[in-house]
T-cell receptor
Framework: GAVVSQHPSWVICKSGTSVKIECRSLDFQATTMFWYRQFPKQSLMLMATSNEGSKATYEQGVEKDKFLINHASLTLSTLTVTSAHPEDSSFYIC????????????FGDGTRLSIL | DAKTTQPNSMESNEEEPVHLPCNHSTISGTDYIHWYRQLPSQGPEYVIHGLTSNVNNRMASLAIAEDRKSSTLILHRATLRDAAVYYCILRDNNNAGNMLTFGGGTRLMVKP
């Protein structure tokens, strides 16, 4: 079945560092990709939606200059957390869907980000 | 997307069937009912989805009420590996811009 690969699985870094997370669709063309964030014991919260070749659409309260999203190809999207601080520590999950809106959304296994 | 209501948690015994309920009284005619589950420290996994008719696949069955205001995910024989948070989500599959919006879900605990 469809697979979404997310890398890295976890990262620990110092405050002020920028961190890039990659999300790849392995066997389908991901026309639309989504980035979610999940804090402990909470549900997933959508951060932004991106369509291949277009600028991402961010949810209210998500800083676009803080969370840079690039969706340059049909198989790759990246999320860069710029100048990360401890409050950015969270579980980041990407998701991808094909061209047609009735297709399921497939999820990566998430990236656990810990900022010291 | 219309909201859904699920119990916070449920318990089941291993190898017994599990019925996970979901209420969605404000569902619209074009909303599909999707179920995903999330195992600890993993991303959500697609389970099943349907519109009006009951659906079966290798993972589960989905029973949809005639008025579509509620649905039930059925795991026919729970295993320890089925312990997860199960999310019932409505999505308008006809709207290209629509994404999955997650509520609280039901945490299923499976006892050996």
């Amino acid at each position: 079945g469809a697979v979404v690969s997310q890398h890295p699985s976890w990262v620990i870094c110092k405050s002020g560092t920028s961190v890039k997370i990659e999300c790849r669709s392995l066997d389908f063309q991901a026309t639309t990709m989504f980035w979610y964030r999940q804090f402990p014991k909470q549900s997933l919260m959508l951060m932004a939606t991106s369509n291949e070749g277009s600028k991402a659409t961010y949810e209210q309260g998500v800083e676009k200059d803080k969370f840079l999203i690039n969706h340059a190809s049909l198989t790759l999207s990246t999320l860069t957390v710029t100048s990360a601080h401890p409050e950015d520590s969270s579980f980041y999950i990407c998701s991808a869907r094909g061209r047609y809106s009735n297709q399921p959304q497939h999820f990566g296994d998430g990236t656990r980000l810990s900022i010291l | 997307d219309a909201k859904t209501t699920q119990p916070n948690s449920m318990e089941s015994n291993e190898e017994e069937p599990v019925h996970l309920p979901c209420n969605h009284s404000t569902i619209s005619g074009t909303d599909y009912i999707h179920w995903y589950r999330q195992l600890p420290s993993q991303g959500p996994e697609y389970v099943i989805h349907g519109l009006t008719s009951n659906v079966n696949n290798r993972m589960a069955s989905l029973a949809i009420a005639e008025d579509r205001k509620s649905s039930t995910l059925i795991l026919h024989r729970a295993t320890l590996r089925d312990a997860a948070v199960y999310y019932c989500i409505l999505r308008d599959n006809n709207n290209a811009g629509n994404m999955l919006t997650f509520g609280g879900g039901t945490r299923l605990m499976v006892k050996p």
